[in-house]
């Protein structure tokens, strides 16, 4: 494995996930972060604890959300090894913020009932804290709480969206060979 390329996966990893329990820690710790007008009619932080999945989806227990997730990440992780070789930056570096991103929101569920005094491991519930308050109409615009975890998630998703061409790997010899004879 090519050591520059593990750095750019690896260094947005641990930013992301730093960055991700501080600002949880900090608010979930400091009592007049946990409900604070940011941007008047724009952001304030509510702090509050989420056992469900994004956006507030509940389909299934917080144990079943936890261990999905740590699957989840794990398959990630190993897509990209078997594909590092073609893997730019770019791709990388998003790659990174998401897996670091998820890795935030694993440790929330590995820990927070435990230090909480709710649960055990596999039973914490993700902390959330950032909203929007802009509405029209009267109607939130975006009316979910979220961290920095998802933060980063978000942007890196959109980002490959947008710039797929430039940072997507490139398909390997073998894969072009194939998708060239296949049928249309």
């Not at 949880?24 to 724009?42: A, C, D, F, H, Y």
């Not at 959300?65 to 570096?93: C, D, E, H, K, M």
């Not at 890795?103 to 009932?113: C, E």
């Amino acid at each position: 494995m090519n050591r520059k390329k593990l750095w750019f996966l690896f260094a947005p990893v641990l930013l992301a996930a730093l960055i991700d329990q501080l600002t949880k820690q900090l608010v979930r710790t400091t009592p007049s972060l946990q409900n604070l007008e940011i941007i008047p009619g724009w952001l304030i932080f509510a702090y509050t604890q989420n056992p469900g999945m994004a956006l507030g989806i509940d389909w299934f227990p917080t144990w079943a959300i936890s261990l999905i997730s740590i699957v989840a990440v794990a398959g990630i992780f190993i897509y990209i090894a078997r594909n590092l070789s073609q893997a730019t930056p770019g791709y990388l570096i998003c790659m990174g913020l998401i897996l670091g991103g998820a890795l935030g929101n694993i440790i929330d569920r590995l820990i927070m009932a435990k230090i909480e005094g709710y649960g055990h491991i596999l039973q914490g519930r993700v902390n959330d804290f950032l909203y929007f308050t802009f509405s029209i109409g009267g109607d939130p615009v975006f009316p979910y709480i979220f961290n920095m975890a998802d933060v980063f998630i978000s942007t890196s998703i959109i980002l490959l969206l947008l710039f797929n061409r430039r940072l997507l790997p490139e398909p390997s010899e073998q894969n072009k060979s194939l998708t060239d004879h296949s049928p249309a």
